[in-house]
């Protein structure tokens, strides 16, 4: 039981950044909320691991069937077990993330769309080709993303209807581009992802930020 030897501090900070993970993949629909659940430490994550309340995946007397407890798609299966095995390496010098140099990226393109939008994937307000390959191709994610989106997701119903609400179209693009357009990954990525790291990262440092 590899949290036996963190403190109470170092254990609730770990918590904390593997909920952050868990929240990421969720909102990318790499993993349904289910998975999300039964993946999650509980409301007083702390004491509960201490008296041995943990999930599934970290249970020592479960390791043969540690397969099982792995959400099924593979990007989050391959990040739960990087992060999984980080535990048992050497801690990172010290530091603050306040103390840190800031970071400028340039993104060279050109010519490039960077989001899909409406018309490029509900040309004459029926569902493009290109959009019902990434349907069928992440047809899992799909799934997620139509659970995600609540009762307007509801009418999905795991296929691209002719008239959706506004709103869900405009989550559907993103959804669509991030699976196909590179430059909205580079930049979500670099924007999004790597900002929620170091927010997650300075929580643990300040406890009042």
């Known amino acids: 039981r590899w949290w036996k030897w963190m403190s109470d501090a ?3 900070a770990f918590i904390g950044i593997w909920h952050q993970m868990l929240e990421d993949l969720r909102q990318r629909d790499l993993i349904s909320d289910r998975e999300h659940d039964a993946l999650s430490f509980g409301a007083d994550g702390v004491q509960e691991a201490r008296s041995g309340r943990v999930p599934r995946l970290w249970d020592p007397m479960d390791v ?6 792995l959400p099924a798609n593979p990007e989050a299966r391959r ?9 048992e390496q050497k801690w990172l010098p010290s530091g603050f993330v306040r103390s840190s140099p800031t970071l400028s990226v340039l993104i060279p ?4 769309d960077m989001l899909y939008t ?8 029926s569902p493009s080709e290109l959009l019902r390959f990434l349907v069928e191709y992440y047809r899992e994610e799909f799934v997620h993303f139509a659970d995600r989106a609540g009762k307007e997701g509801a009418a999905l119903n795991g296929r691209i209807a002719k008239k ?3 709103d869900l179209e405009r989550r559907l693009c993103e959804w669509a581009s991030l699976r196909m357009q590179t430059l909205w990954r580079t930049i979500e990525g670099i924007c999004g992802s790597y900002s929620r790291a170091l927010q997650a990262l300075v929580r643990v440092q300040e406890s009042s930020f």
């Open 118 to 125: 409406r018309k490029d994937l509900f040309p004459n307000d």
């Open 109 to 112: 393109h050109y010519a490039e």
């Open 64 to 69: 043969l069937h540690i397969s099982n407890a």
């Open 164 to 166: 959706l609400p506004q």
């Open 79 to 87: 990040r739960i077990v990087v992060l999984a095995r980080s535990v």
């Open 10 to 12: 170092e254990l609730e």
